[in-house]
C-alpha cells in the first residue's frame, strides 16, 4: 500500500507562484509514475506534470508548459509542482497520484492506482 498526500495549496492572485509537495509513504519502492491532476468544476480532470522517480524522466502538459515544473526529493519521498504566473484557469483541486510505469500515456487518469486527497488551488484575478 501506498499513501499519497498533497500540501501547499493557498489561495492567490494571477501572476503569484506556488509550489506543491506530494509525499509518499507506505511502500513506495513499488512506484514508478507520480503524476499531478487537476479537476476544475464542470471540467475532467486532466493531467498536468509526471514524473517517473526510477530515472527522473519528466512530462508536461503542453497546457502548462513553461509555467510549471514537476521535480522530487527521494530523501523526502516528496513530489514537488512549482507553478509559476498563475492564472484564474488554473483554478483546481490538485491531485497526485502514482502507478507502475507502462505503455499507456502518463495523462491516462484510469491507470492510476494510488491518489492523494488533493489541495485546492484558487487563482483569483
Known amino acids: 500500500q501506498v499513501q499519497l498526500a498533497e500540501s501547499g495549496g493557498p489561495s492567490v492572485q494571477t501572476g503569484s507562484s506556488l509550489r506543491l509537495a506530494c509525499s509518499a509513504s507506505?511502500?513506495?519502492?513499488?512506484?514508478?509514475?507520480i503524476g499531478w491532476f487537476r479537476h476544475a468544476p464542470q471540467k475532467e480532470r486532466e493531467g498536468v506534470a509526471v514524473?517517473?522517480?526510477?530515472?527522473?524522466?519528466?512530462g508536461v502538459a503542453t497546457s502548462v508548459q513553461g509555467r510549471f515544473t514537476i521535480s522530487q526529493d527521494n530523501a523526502k519521498h516528496t513530489i514537488y509542482l512549482q507553478m509559476n504566473s498563475l492564472k484564474p484557469e488554473d483554478t483546481a483541486i490538485y491531485y497526485c497520484?502514482?502507478?507502475?510505469?507502462?505503455?499507456?500515456?502518463?495523462?491516462?487518469?484510469?491507470?492510476?492506482?494510488?491518489w492523494g486527497q488533493g489541495t485546492q488551488v484558487t487563482v483569483s484575478s
Open positions: 514524473i517517473n522517480t526510477r530515472d527522473n524522466s519528466k
Open positions: 497520484a502514482a502507478r507502475s510505469p507502462s505503455d499507456v500515456h502518463w495523462s491516462r487518469v484510469s491507470t492510476y492506482t494510488y
Open positions: 507506505g511502500n513506495t519502492a513499488s512506484l514508478g509514475l
